[in-house]
């Protein structure tokens, strides 16, 4: 099981969390139908390239990466999205496009949109598409230590900017 990596490491630093399990979801959006969870609450992973190197980008699942905001955000001269075939064997046993926000985990640098601070729990996929983990974002911030920067614009279908 894909999030037995990331429980290891919740436990390791006393985070309280829930796991939940949900049918089969591919897209952010899908996801947090199906765990019932605002799509403002769930935390997508996106993988970008800055200047060539691959980094996290975390946002809500109801937004979406505004690359230029990224290039300055991150210091980069370059900001573009991940091809999957750059990415999908980096993650050990967890399915392409389920990563869980962990950078830290696999030597990423990560991207925070500072949307994702506004509520005390977040969720996300946790390696598998039909898991998700929610925690404290304090939690998620304290572990992750993530660049936080303003990088996500609302996509049309987000009714709660």
Request: aromatic share 8%; glycine share 4%.
């Amino acid at each position: 099981m894909p999030v037995n990596r990331l429980r290891k490491f919740l436990d390791e630093n006393d985070v309280k969390y829930v796991t939940m399990r949900h049918s089969p979801a591919y897209t952010a959006q899908e996801v947090a139908a199906s765990a019932h969870i605002p799509g403002k609450e769930l935390a997508k992973t996106v993988m970008v390239k800055l200047d060539g190197k691959l980094a996290m980008a975390v946002l809500p699942a109801s937004r979406a990466v505004d690359f230029d905001m990224l290039e300055k955000a991150s210091g980069a001269t370059e900001a573009s999205l991940a091809e999957e075939d750059e990415f999908r064997d980096l993650f050990g046993n967890c399915d392409t496009g389920a990563m869980p926000p962990f950078g830290n985990l696999y030597n990423f640098p990560v991207f925070s949109d500072p949307h994702l601070a506004e509520d005390e729990e977040i969720a996300f996929s946790a390696g598998s598409h039909a898991e998700v983990v929610r925690m404290p974002y304090a939690d998620f911030e304290r572990l992750v230590q993530p660049k936080v920067a303003p990088f996500a614009t609302p996509t049309p279908s987000d009714q709660n900017p």
